[in-house]
């Protein structure tokens, strides 16, 4: 386990990772919504696939720094005076509610159902992330 407290790190490597789980889960679940009928994927599809994931871990990065840097500081603040937030299930509730509150907002008829499970799927994802890094005790 990580040394307790790097919040850098977690951030980092949250927003890292932001671009690649947001790419990946939106393929799986457009891949998923066509069932029992799914379509098939050639080979030049899964190449392009493969080619973006680069572009969209560096672009996600940049993205989701500020995002994610926000949202930790926040919930570490908000676990000084509430114990309970220092729950990976809270979160994780709170990244994936948070990436979802956009849509929210805008209205959910504007993304694709493939596009808000993936969203709340990332949101998720990176705020467990910053966990692990920041809450998480050190277990020798």
């Not at 050639?42 to 995002?67: K, Q, Y």
């Not at 890094?133 to 050190?138: G, H, K, N, V």
């Amino acid at each position: 386990m990580p040394e307790q407290g790097n919040l850098f790190r977690g951030i980092f490597l949250a927003s890292l990772a932001a671009g690649p789980i947001l790419m990946i889960t939106d393929a799986l679940a457009t891949y998923y919504l066509q069932l029992p009928m799914p379509g098939t994927i050639d080979v030049e599809m899964a190449a392009n696939f493969v080619g973006t994931l680069i572009p969209a871990s560096i672009f996600g990065t940049f993205v989701a720094l500020a995002f994610n840097a926000a949202g930790a500081v926040i919930m570490i603040r908000i676990g000084e005076h509430w114990i309970e937030s220092h729950s990976p299930g809270v979160w994780i509730a709170v990244g994936t509610l948070t990436m979802l509150a956009g849509p929210a907002i805008v209205g959910f008829e504007q993304f694709s159902m493939e596009m808000l499970i993936a969203m709340g799927v990332t949101g998720g994802s990176c705020a467990g992330i910053c966990y692990y890094f920041t809450e998480s005790p050190q277990v020798d």
